[in-house]
């Protein structure tokens, strides 16, 4: 895969801030943002990949699955000598 050049105006306060995030890990800027919109492609293809087999599987709704079970009775319980002669 080839490369291209990409060219683009940002604010000061911005590059100084991907200067100071690119220096923490002891990257220039360039590597830095290149490796932050890696990292964000990933997640955008993660999400859709996601979305796409719960489309073709069907998802259970989140009401659902965020209701907590229902505590059982008493009369759900079984004695533990029950059974024993």
Known sequence: MGSTVLSLRIDG???????????KRGM???????????REDFDE???TAVDETERFYGSEPASASAAP????SP???VRPSAGIA
Not at 13 to 23: C, F, G, I, Q, V
Not at 28 to 38: A, F, K, N, P, W
Not at 69 to 72: A, L
């Open 13 to 23: 306060e911005l590059l100084d801030r991907l200067r100071s995030h690119a220096a």
């Open 28 to 38: 220039s800027v360039q590597d830095y943002v290149v490796r932050t919109l890696i």
């Open 45 to 47: 293809r993660f999400k």
């Open 69 to 72: 079970s229902p505590s059982p």
């Open 75 to 77: 009369e759900d319980h």
